[in-house]
């Protein structure tokens, strides 16, 4: 169980950025294959994103999970609504919902 101010910290997070990924590392130097992934497709995208590296903190990394109720690392929010891990963001990045969802939030040009 994680305590009320990790959650209270992940929510901030969630809620303070447009666009935030919690992932294994940092977008210049991700520690794991898929938070190197999902960073990729928002950088090719170019949107703008916050990033939480979960090594940092051992609290978040259990905490996010709980969070969201989703078992793995990274996690998309975008405007406080939880997207998906790296296979929702790849499939939607290939299908082109995830530009136009960024595009639809005012994130990126149309």
């Given at each position: 169980?994680?305590?009320?101010?990790?959650?209270?910290?992940?929510?901030?997070?969630?809620?303070?950025?447009?666009?935030?990924?919690?992932?294994?590392?940092?977008?210049?130097?991700?520690?794991?294959?898929f938070?190197?992934?999902?960073?990729?497709?928002?950088?090719?995208?170019?949107v703008?994103?916050?990033?939480?590296?979960?090594?940092?903190?051992?609290d978040?990394?259990?905490?996010?999970?709980?969070?969201?109720?989703?078992?793995?690392?990274?996690?998309?929010?975008?405007?406080?609504?939880?997207?998906?891990?790296?296979?929702?963001?790849?499939?939607?990045?290939?299908?082109?919902?995830?530009?136009?969802?960024?595009?639809?939030?005012?994130?990126?040009?149309?």
């Open positions: 169980m994680t305590d009320a101010a990790t959650l209270d910290a992940i929510k901030k997070a969630v809620t303070e950025n447009d666009v935030v990924v919690f992932m294994k590392g940092t977008p210049t130097f991700p520690q794991c294959g938070s190197s992934v999902v960073a990729q497709v928002l950088n090719h995208i170019g703008e994103y916050a990033a939480v590296n979960v090594l940092d903190d051992m978040v990394r259990e905490g996010i999970k709980e969070y969201s109720d989703w078992p793995t690392i990274p996690q998309l929010y975008v405007k406080g609504e939880f997207i998906g891990g790296c296979d929702i963001i790849k499939e939607m990045f290939e299908a082109g919902e995830l530009q136009q969802l960024f595009k639809d939030q005012g994130l990126v040009e149309a």
